[in-house]
C-alpha cells in the first residue's frame, strides 16, 4: 500500500491476519518495548506498546500486512523530525504521529524513541502517571475519581517542585494559600497536558482566583496582562504598584496562548 508523503492517511484498522502483529512485536521486543507483548492490546486500531524498564507507552497502527505503520506517542520533547518516516497528522491516540514504510525504520524509530524515555530525558508527569494508572480499573465512578485524583496529586508534586514551592508571582510560601493552577483547563486538556509541569502556575490564593476567572494573564515572556474588567483597586492592591513578571519558558508558550484566547487578551501579546 503505497501512499503520498503528505497524503492523511485514514483511522487505522488493525490487520486480520496474524502476520501484522507478529512483524510489529518482533520491532517492539527488539527495541525496548517487550512488556506484555504475548497478548496484543489493542484501542481502536492502535496495538499499545510498553516497557518494563520505563512508563513510556507507544501505539502502533498497521494498514496491512507489509505496512505502512504509524508510531503515535505523547512526548513534546522529543523531535520527530529525528524519526525515520515522515509527519502523521491523521487521527491518533498521543499528541505526536509518524509514518514508516518498513520494518526497518519501524524498529529505528521504536529504538530511538525508547532511547529517548530512559537515556536523555527525564521521567516526566505523564510517564509518572501512565505508570501509577496502568492497573487502576475504570469502569465505576469511585475508581474514575481515584485516577482524576492520582493525576492532580502528581501534578501538585512537580507543580511543587518546578516552583519551588512558592508562588509564582509573590514568592510567598504558605502551602495552605497556594493553588496548583491549570493555564489550560483541565477539562480541555488531553491525559498529557492535565499533568504537564508547563500547564501550571502555582499562585497564592488571591493571584489564583484573578487567573482563573481570565481577569488576569501573561504573554509569552512572562508579563503581567490585566483585564479592564479587573478595577484599579484590585490592580493596586495585587501588584502594590510593581511591574510583575513571572519566568515563562518556550513550554508555557501554548498554553498561555490559550489562556489568552479564552479570556479575550487577543493575540498582539506573544
Keep these: 500500500m503505497t501512499m503520498p508523503s503528505d497524503a492523511v492517511l485514514p483511522p487505522p484498522v488493525p490487520s486480520q491476519g496474524a502476520a501484522a502483529w507478529i512483524d510489529i512485536r518482533q520491532a517492539a521486543y527488539r527495541n525496548g518495548f517487550h512488556k506484555g507483548?504475548?497478548?496484543?492490546?489493542?484501542?481502536?486500531?492502535?496495538?499499545?506498546?510498553?516497557?518494563?524498564t520505563t512508563p513510556f507507552q507507544v501505539h502502533v497502527a498497521a494498514y496491512g500486512e507489509v505496512g505502512p505503520w504509524v508510531l503515535s506517542f505523547s512526548e513534546p520533547r522529543i523531535d520527530t523530525t529525528i524519526l525515520p518516516g515522515t509527519e502523521y497528522t491523521g487521527p491518533m491516540?498521543?499528541?505526536?504521529?509518524?509514518?514508516?514504510?518498513?520494518?526497518?525504520?519501524?524498529?529505528?524509530?521504536?529504538?530511538?524513541?525508547?532511547?529517548?524515555?530512559?537515556?536523555?530525558?527525564?521521567?516526566?508527569?505523564?510517564?509518572?502517571?501512565?505508570?501509577?494508572?496502568?492497573?487502576?480499573?475504570?469502569?465505576?465512578?469511585?475508581?474514575?475519581?481515584?485516577?482524576?485524583?492520582?493525576?492532580?496529586?502528581?501534578?501538585?508534586?512537580?507543580?511543587?517542585?518546578?516552583?519551588?514551592?512558592?508562588?509564582?508571582?509573590?514568592?510567598?510560601?504558605?502551602?495552605?494559600l497556594l493553588r496548583a493552577s491549570h493555564i489550560k483547563p483541565w477539562a480541555a486538556s488531553s491525559d498529557y497536558e492535565k499533568v504537564d509541569v508547563h500547564n501550571g502556575l502555582l499562585l497564592s490564593a488571591l493571584w489564583d482566583a484573578a487567573f482563573d476567572?481570565?481577569?488576569?494573564?501573561?504573554?509569552?515572556?512572562?508579563?503581567?496582562?490585566?483585564?479592564?474588567?479587573?478595577?484599579?483597586?484590585?490592580?493596586?492592591?495585587?501588584?502594590?504598584?510593581?511591574?510583575?513578571?513571572?519566568?515563562?519558558?518556550?513550554?508555557?508558550?501554548?498554553?498561555?496562548?490559550d489562556h489568552r484566547s479564552r479570556h479575550g487578551f487577543g493575540d498582539d501579546h506573544d
Design 37 to 52: 507483548l504475548h497478548q496484543p492490546v489493542i484501542h481502536d486500531g492502535w496495538y499499545l506498546l510498553r516497557s518494563a
Design 93 to 176: 491516540p498521543g499528541q505526536s504521529g509518524r509514518e514508516v514504510t518498513s520494518l526497518a525504520e519501524l524498529g529505528e524509530a521504536l529504538s530511538r524513541i525508547y532511547h529517548f524515555a530512559t537515556v536523555e530525558l527525564p521521567p516526566s508527569a505523564y510517564q509518572e502517571f501512565l505508570d501509577a494508572t496502568l492497573a487502576m480499573p475504570e469502569t465505576t465512578e469511585a475508581e474514575r475519581v481515584a485516577i482524576v485524583r492520582t493525576a492532580q496529586g502528581i501534578f501538585r508534586q512537580h507543580l511543587d517542585r518546578y516552583w519551588n514551592q512558592a508562588c509564582a508571582i509573590t514568592g510567598l510560601q504558605d502551602r495552605g
Design 213 to 257: 476567572q481570565g481577569l488576569i494573564s501573561f504573554s509569552d515572556e512572562g508579563g503581567l496582562l490585566v483585564s479592564p474588567k479587573l478595577s484599579q483597586r484590585a490592580i493596586d492592591v495585587l501588584t502594590y504598584g510593581r511591574t510583575i513578571t513571572v519566568p515563562m519558558t518556550d513550554g508555557h508558550a501554548p498554553y498561555l496562548r
